[in-house]
């Protein structure tokens, strides 16, 4: 069974800092893992995504991902936190066997970034 | 968000209703998601079809009815809703199936029933 875990239902952070939004999946494979982020009102938008090779993953906004295999986790960060970054942040994973392209998303973590 | 794009963004209806969501792509994709997102739950897969072909039903209720007329259309064709029904319902798309390719999603349709 494919699973994410995202296992802080909230996060909360002071501008400047940086921030770590956890996630943790399971698989029966080799994944490919994906992050989202929804503002209020609005749809998925897509930040980055871990296909293979290097480990460290950039993506939009500043926003970096670092995939461990060891770990089963794929924890996404941002060195320094912008209030504009408040937001509803979703890890997703599908596996590479996969022929019918399915997503598995957690349940979301509401990010925070006070001034 | 002009590349995915649903209306209405907001529906109302009571439980004998019968009333459809839109969602239009305007990136060239051939495969194109319905989910439905409800508080504090991950999101639900709901239907999924790949070059107008439905290859995914995830044990949706009938009352819930997906229509494909071609890859950039995608209806939901909604009858004799529950209250529990009430939920954002995202619309995705993406260049195909594949395991690498990236779902781009539309702002979604606000439904609420009475």
């Known amino acids: 069974a494919q699973s994410v875990a995202q296992p802080e239902d909230q996060v909360n952070v002071a501008e400047g800092n940086p921030l770590t939004v956890k996630c943790t999946y399971s698989v029966s494979g080799n994944p490919y893992l994906f992050w989202y982020v929804q503002y209020p009102n609005r749809g998925l938008q897509f930040l980055l995504k871990?296909?293979?090779?290097?480990?460290l993953v950039k993506g939009s906004y500043g926003f970096e991902a670092e995939f461990n295999k060891s770990q089963t986790s794929f924890h996404l960060k941002k060195p320094s936190a912008l209030v504009s970054d408040s937001a509803l942040y979703f890890c997703?994973?599908?596996?590479?066997?996969?022929?019918?392209?399915?997503?598995?998303f957690g349940r979301g973590t509401q990010l925070t970034v006070w001034p | 968000e002009t590349g995915v794009t649903q209306t209405p963004r907001h529906l109302v209806m009571g439980m004998t209703n019968k009333k459809s969501l839109k969602c239009e792509q305007h990136?060239?994709?051939?495969?194109m998601y319905w989910y439905k997102q409800s508080a504090k739950k991950p999101l639900e897969l709901m239907f999924v079809y790949n070059f107008k072909e439905q290859t995914e039903n995830n044990s949706v209720p009938s009352r819930f009815s997906p229509e494909c007329p071609n890859s950039s259309h995608l209806f939901l064709h909604l009858h004799t809703l529950q209250p529990e029904d009430s939920a954002l319902y995202l619309c995705?798309?993406?260049?195909?199936?594949?395991?690498?390719?990236?779902?781009?999603f539309g702002p979604g349709t606000r439904l609420t029933v009475l």
């Open positions: 995705a798309s993406s260049q195909d199936i594949s395991g690498t390719d990236t779902q781009y």
């Open positions: 871990y296909i293979t090779g290097d480990n």
């Open positions: 990136l060239g994709h051939n495969a």
């Open positions: 997703a994973v599908r596996d590479r066997g996969s022929t019918l392209g399915r997503l598995y």
